[in-house]
């Protein structure tokens, strides 16, 4: 397997708190990567640097061979990377279906500026894309009269609507019930097995240790273990890092 | 009749198997609604496309012609500040511009009579020329600084208005005179100003239901997770504020030779955008026919207020309290206000044809809460 994606030797300082300090992560081509760690340890950061919502201070981030650090958010979509976020982010304005056209490019003619949003192509992966979520029926409705669990599987179907080759995911089980955290489980693996590369933050453990090939555990901004989740799990640095640091009870 | 509508009208039926002759009565009455609603519609267009031909008194016209202005005008606006979210404060910057490229170009180039209408098309583009640097200072920040920083921009156009030679300073340029005849003066410039709010109004549909405006709309619900989906930000909300600033450059040459007069501070006036955004938000902010109707009720009702009350600050105390009520009791506008009153009874009638039968909306499995 190689290296799809790899954060190298990154660091960000917020003032004076160092948020990630000389921190490295590698997720390999069709992988489930997980990304866990304490509250505060530098997760979401590092997504807002490799998705160039934030700028690092040091270090590069690599697609493949190519360096993408502090490209902006349109062009890392561009180029195959989406992400949701960890406070669910949707268009509470549009409707479902609306919001899914937002990012689909399948065979729309982007130099006319009154082409019509969502060709019959766009429309038809998105529909599909609705029905492997489970929310098809709400396609008309208005984004905003979804229930948050709803919300979470649009905010993921809407990223998937471009196809794209690496989706990061911040704390897809956060905040919804043990069943539809069962079908956001399943969905994922779906798509890993049809090639997607998943990179994802989460506190739940059982959720991670199902469902990730390879985990990493940032403590204090600094990988402090990475490899299969059968192993991290009895890793004594991990539980140190969770239960050391006051165990926040996420774990 | 607005996108809002039909938003919010086919999300229901979506959701609304047909069922028993009670939904077949639902459905009848719907559709007699539709019939009403179009023949209303259709009076209205007839009543707005023969208005000067039946009130031929000037001072009548003269509102006509001033309404017409507003009612593109404020479609204008709303194609940037309703789709986008970003309210401006300073379209009177591509208003006043599109006053004085005519007036300088009309006095320089010593045009007389009708020929003055050639210079039509330089409004416009004087102005979507001054909206892509204005745009790409005041797009860098967002809410309510966006807004401070059209108003400043603003100033500084009203201020040059008065202070450079080329303007004419407080006096102004006169515009050549029309050999028109008196009874029907007002009319050519009625219909120009109908012509250009039609025009304005089809394109804010095609933009609503294309890509761009799909993007708009986007970068108002969120903009950084819009950038996040591949959203060209700064590109689109330029378009849309050039697009915008054209149309109402165009205006602002219209008025000129309407008025006769350019002076900076009718030109470039600080109501003209609290105009904009009050109608537009009457209306209904970033539907297709929410601004045009603000306008059509509001121009007429303040020039009538400003008619009746001879003292000018009684007229605008009383808009800026007309401001006041509309934000505190139609905060979504006339038309999304009245598209939800209609969903809403729709879906009630449906829910009594249907019974008991079955929840409304019944959740797909494994979805949560």
Redesign the interface.
Known sequence: MTAQLRAERIARAFGGVQALDDCTLTVEQGSITGLIGPNGSGKTTLFNIITGYERPDSGEVYLADRKITNASPQRVFALGIGRTFQLTRIFPRLTVMENMLVAARRGGRPGRLLARAGGAADRRRALELLEFTGIARHAAALADTLSYGQRKLLELASVLAADPAIVLLDEPAGGVNPSLIQHIAARIRDLNAQGTTFLIVEHNMEFVMGLCHQVTVLDYGTVVASGPPGIIAADPRVLDAYLGSGGDGDG | MTGAGR??G??R???APPAAPAGRRAAASRASGRIVLAALLLALAVMIAVFPLVFTNGAVTQIAVDTMIFVAAACAWNIFSGYSGYLSLGHAIFFGSGVYAVAIAARDFKLTGDAVFSLMPLAAAVAAVIAIPVGLVALRVRRHTFVVITIAIFFIFQLMAFNFSFTGGTSGIVAPILNWTAATYNDPFYYLALGIAAGTIALSW??R???????L??I???E??????????MPVKL?AFALSGCITGLLGGVWFYFIGIAQPQAAFDPLFDLSLALMSFFGGLGTIFGPALGALILEPAQQWLTIRFTNDYLSEILLGALFLAVILFLPRGILPTAAQRIASRRARSGDRARGSQAPA?A???????
């Open positions: 938003a919010t086919a999300g039926a979506a959701h095609l933009i239901r294309s890509r761009f405006g799909l993007q709309r986007a108002r619900d969120d950084d997770r819009a950038r996040g989906l591949g959203v060209r930000a378009t909306v959740r797909p499995k494994g979805t949560g809460p």
